[in-house]
């Protein structure tokens, strides 16, 4: 089923929870699913719990729920947050040596993936990860119990125009200040406030789909780019908290010469995807989200019509 609000849903209030149910179900289903192997799992339901919090964040002002669920998936997110970073990690550094393979000589930095790999495998085996998977496990059929009982105190577009504006224009201050200090926590905020948006894009891209999936898409990019440009300064973070740990300090130098030249070019990437993507303000895009919901629940059709 589509992460979407559907004109078949009788309420936001059933949407939202007939989109956790199903968001909590694949979940469960894929911690069981003896076919993915750990790191995949893991992979796979820290996406629902994003998604999730996506979902609330989109009703905020109109869910009293919002603080402890928002939290609680937050939390269980962390649980499990060790093993995602350690093969994101190996990507990372994957990418990296592929993205300058015409300039280096991939065995310089052999001893640095070798460590991130052996970490990894350490993690994988280590009994306290499969325990907190079945913590993980366990918060998740909490939470799907609970999200039968979620309310709301509004509906149709006034349970979710606090929660999409506030996003956006959260994404839009996030991206100025992000322009101001360009450092690795400034950037990775405004991911963040980005994936967000995407989110709520998604959840409501049934209204006028010609209109909002082309958004959905430049969220998305511009959310891959932040991502990547993230995911580089956990790696440099690594490298630099434990230098001894990846071998000769010239090559571990090289090395670090190449994230941040990587990094640079993400950053600027990002800033001019993003000067187009959050181009709009926030009460503007309200204010036309709201017009494509209301020709969306009166059952017109979507078209233009230019009258002469």
């Known amino acids: ?65 919002y603080e402890v669920e928002n ?14 970073d350690a093969r994101t990690l190996i990507q990372t550094y994957d990418a990296v040596t592929a993205h300058f393979e015409d300039r280096i000589d991939r065995r310089d930095f052999a001893a640095i993936r ?41 509906d149709g577009f006034d349970a979710i125009a606090g929660g999409l504006g506030r996003t956006h224009k959260r994404a839009r201050l996030q991206m100025q200040k992000a322009w101001s200090i360009r450092d690795d926590t400034a950037l990775h905020d405004w991911r963040k406030r980005v994936k967000y948006h995407w989110y ?9 789909p010609a209109m909002m999936d082309p958004h959905a898409d430049a969220f998305d990019d511009l959310s891959d780019v932040l991502g990547d440009h993230h995911d580089l300064a956990v790696l440099e973070a690594r490298l630099r908290d434990a230098p001894e740990d990846f071998g000769a300090s010239a090559d571990l130098d090289a090395f670090g010469a190449l994230i941040r030249d990587r990094k640079e070019t993400l950053c600027d990437h990002a800033f001019a995807l993003g000067r187009v993507a959050l181009a709009e303000r926030n009460k503007a895009l309200v204010k036309r989200w709201g017009g494509y919901w209301s020709a969306w629940t009166s059952g017109e059709d979507g078209r233009i019509v230019i009258k002469p």
């Open 1 to 65: 089923m589509a992460y979407r609000i559907k004109k078949g849903d009788a309420s936001v209030q059933d949407a939202m929870r007939r989109i956790a149910d199903e968001q909590l179900g694949r979940a469960l289903d894929e911690i069981d699913d003896a076919n993915l192997d750990y790191a995949e799992k893991v992979h796979q339901v820290r996406k629902r719990c994003k998604k999730l919090r996506g979902l609330v964040r989109l009703v905020r002002p109109a869910f009293h729920g």
């Open 114 to 154: 070798a460590r991130l790999t052996r970490d990894a495998n350490r993690m994988r085996r280590d009994p306290e990860t499969q325990d907190r998977m079945q913590r993980f496990r366990s918060e998740m059929k909490a939470a799907r119990k609970r999200a039968a009982t979620w309310t709301l105190t509004d």
């Open 71 to 84: 939290r609680a998936f937050r939390d269980a997110a962390r649980l499990i947050s060790g093993m995602r």
């Open 200 to 208: 709520h894009t998604r959840l409501v891209g049934g209204t006028l």
